[in-house]
């Protein structure tokens, strides 16, 4: 039992409520490891996860929790709330799916539907582990008659459809004190601060149709200005600083190459560990998108699909998640599923398999490398507004990277589940510390306000745009 190891508090002392708590994760541990499994057959899209969302809502209404749905304009968005008063702490979940990653838990490529979504980033763990996070605490606080209000955000679309953001314009963020949140990963280790600023958006050219061969010079090709766009953003990476990213796809070239294209679309991300640089950047690339325009006698449309700020680091927050995950340690895998991990590394690059046995450990804490590689989330936007804190843990095989085949195979079986419960256990013992002590919570906010000490947070999506529910399809 990992109960026997859970001896020290985030302040030092000997803590039965830790030890009450983590029990009480353990006890409704199969029942939502059964709906991570669910949630990963599921395997819904961004705004399109009416079946995982419900079954969340339905297990917290079944645990106590007033759920109010369909929140900030969002179909599957929900908050799930039990107590009332001060402090307010917000426990955050996930539960999309990313399209083109099904894949069956096994160690070889194996789509369970070719083509067909998948929980490559691991969020029918994600989900499922904080909902079971605040499931404990509350059974903890009830019977403790512990004040406060615990919150379960169900936030959708955080692939590429920046769910939170909508939340947080609704106000829905306003009065919570601290938000925790954690991601699947392939080793165990508070995140504190980092990711990249993200925003994307679809270039749509407009130009004239012709016959290519019989009245070229009639034409004017909406996929000529497409290209030259994608040529000028090739030139721009050497003039951007060297830890920024771009990177886009061409989702309309036009109908058949004997037509002079009227339309052609390109779709594309740009990312920074700033937002003020990936603003800068941002500003570079309409100016290439009006050259191409420009030199084509085009115009263009853009519209914004998405943007995830950089993640704020909390100091205060930092000290205590680690403390608890040092706390709660990690796992080591049986011999089936070493089996498992054994042979699904064999399709990593050599230098990329990690060691097994790092599953157990905890990593320190350590301040944030600005040139490390990087990815992006919502959950950024929600620590410029909100003093928060993350965990990973080891959900995927050591080596393994989110969004492929291979982290959808460990979301799916019990690599990915165990790590589950480490993220579970984690959150829950660190929300009972914030309700517990009240400097813990002001010591938050002081550090949050010296973070963000002549900064302005700024969303890239424009004001007043609605959440794009079928950004999918467009």
């Known amino acids: 039992m990992l109960g026997a190891m859970l001896a020290v508090s985030a302040f030092g002392q000997e803590s039965g409520a830790h030890r009450r708590i ?3 994760v353990m006890q409704h541990s199969a029942q939502y490891v059964e709906t991570s499994k669910i949630i990963w057959n599921y395997a819904e899209l961004g705004y399109q996860e009416q079946k995982s ?3 969340l809502q339905r297990s917290l209404k079944e645990a106590g929790f007033e759920v109010e749905a369909g929140v900030a304009g969002e179909p599957t968005a929900f908050i799930a709330s039990y107590g009332h008063g001060s402090p307010v702490i917000a426990i955050l979940g996930e539960f999309d799916a990313l399209p083109g990653l099904s894949q069956a838990a096994s160690p070889d490529r194996n789509a369970v539907v070719a083509g067909a979504p998948g929980h490559g980033c691991g969020h029918n763990l994600l989900g499922s582990g904080a909902a079971l996070a605040v499931v404990a605490l509350k059974e903890f606080m009830e019977a403790n008659h512990v004040a406060g209000t615990l919150r379960y955000y169900g936030t959708p679309a955080e692939e ?4 939170k953001v909508y939340i947080i314009r609704a106000g829905l963020f306003r009065d919570v004190d601290v938000a925790l949140h954690w991601h699947p990963d392939n080793h165990n280790e508070v995140f504190n601060g980092g990711f990249l600023a993200n925003t994307s958006a679809k270039f749509k050219f407009h130009g004239k149709a012709a016959h290519a061969a019989l009245a070229p010079d009639r034409g004017r090709s909406a996929l000529d200005a497409v290209m030259l766009m994608g040529n000028g ?3 721009l990476r050497e003039h951007v600083p060297s830890n920024s990213r771009i990177h886009y796809i061409i989702t309309n070239g036009g109908a058949a190459p004997n037509v002079v294209p009227d339309t052609a679309e ?5 990312r920074s560990p700033s937002l003020t640089t990936l603003d800068e950047i941002w500003e570079r690339i309409r100016k290439i998108g009006e050259g191409a325009a420009l030199m084509t006698e085009t115009t263009f449309d853009v519209n914004i699909i998405h943007s995830s700020a950089n993640i704020v680091p909390n100091g205060a927050l930092a000290k205590v998640a680690q403390r608890n995950l040092e706390e709660i340690s990690g796992f080591r895998y049986t011999a089936e599923e070493n089996r498992f991990a054994t042979e699904l590394q064999k399709s990593l690059p ?5 060691d097994l046995s790092s599953t157990a450990l905890v990593r320190p804490l350590t301040a944030v490398d600005p040139n490390a590689p990087s990815a992006s989330t919502d959950a950024g936007d929600v620590s410029w507004n909100v003093p928060t804190i993350g965990f990973f843990t080891a959900t995927f095989v050591p080596g393994v990277v989110p969004h492929t085949w291979q982290s959808t195979a460990s979301a799916g079986m019990s690599i ?3 790590g589950m419960l480490v993220a579970a256990k984690a959150l829950a013992i660190t929300g009972a510390d914030l309700f517990a002590n009240p400097q813990l919570v002001a010591d938050a906010k002081a550090d949050f306000q010296r973070q963000l000490k002549g900064k302005t ?3 890239g999506i424009p004001p007043g745009q609605k959440p794009p529910l079928d950004f999918r399809k467009n």
């Open 22 to 24: 983590n029990e009480l």
């Open 53 to 55: 969302s419900a079954l």
């Open 160 to 163: 590429g459809g920046s769910g």
């Open 233 to 235: 953003m090739e030139f």
């Open 266 to 270: 390109i779709y594309l991300q740009a």
């Open 350 to 354: 050599p230098e990329g398999a990690g």
């Open 416 to 418: 990915g589940q165990k």
């Open 457 to 459: 947070y700024k969303s």
